[in-house]
């Protein structure tokens, strides 16, 4: 038999379903691209490529996009090539910083910045720039992430010697340069779609 505040309970129980499910649904949610699982949700999801600078090509409009575009990657890694004739832009890897490194732009989405608090992962960006169809600048951004293959932690210390020969305290600098990285195996692991889109916002500001 059922009783008056059993009923009550589960009134206010589906009435919570039906609350959670509401804000669930507000915000940006959209369909990811297809190689993409993972919906995106944020504020506001800019298109890949995303127009800038509508209106008439001109060379001062496109000077002005390029430099943009190089100015705001600047913010985030080391440029390898920049060439305005091919309008495009490459950057050099770098390791993807993670909750050690607050002051470090990148990561915005807080799963991928803990991944990489963890585990060693790095990141490369590629920016192409094009006409549009209908005016303006089209800017194309791809960011990949690669993650580091070790057979075992840098540093652990299980399965050698208990005696160790080097001192206890080994203070090492995490200075990225080709000499530290050229003996390191990566293998890609997907897009950061989250920094693409954090790129693509500040470079849709150009004016």
Do not use: H
């Not at 669930?24 to 800038?52: F, H, K, M, W, Y």
């Not at 006409?131 to 210390?157: F, I, K, W």
Request: proline share 7%; glycine share 8%.
């Amino acid at each position: 038999m059922t009783t008056g505040r059993g009923v009550t309970v589960r009134l206010r129980a589906a009435a919570i379903m039906v609350c959670a499910g509401a804000l669930a649904q507000t915000g940006c949610l959209s369909a990811p691209p297809v190689d993409n699982p993972v919906l995106v949700r944020g504020a506001e999801c800019i298109e890949n490529p995303v127009l800038v600078s509508p209106g008439q090509p001109t060379a001062a409009s496109y000077r002005e996009v390029f430099e943009k575009a190089l100015d705001v990657l600047d913010d985030y890694f080391e440029i390898q090539a920049a060439n305005p004739y091919e309008g495009r832009i490459v950057t050099f890897p770098r390791v993807a910083p993670g909750y050690e490194q607050p002051w470090k732009r990148g990561n915005p989405d807080p799963r991928q910045r803990l991944l990489a608090t963890f585990q060693s992962m790095r990141q490369t960006a590629t920016l192409e720039i094009r006409s549009g169809e209908r005016g303006g600048y089209l800017v194309y951004v791809v960011v990949e992430r690669e993650l580091e293959d070790v057979p075992r932690p840098v540093r652990a210390t299980v399965g050698s010697a208990v005696f160790q020969e080097t001192q206890t305290v080994d203070r090492q600098g995490e200075v990225v340069t080709p000499e530290t990285t050229g003996d390191r195996a990566w293998f890609k692991v997907g897009r950061d779609y989250a920094l693409e889109q954090e790129i693509l916002r500040r470079i849709r500001q150009c004016k």
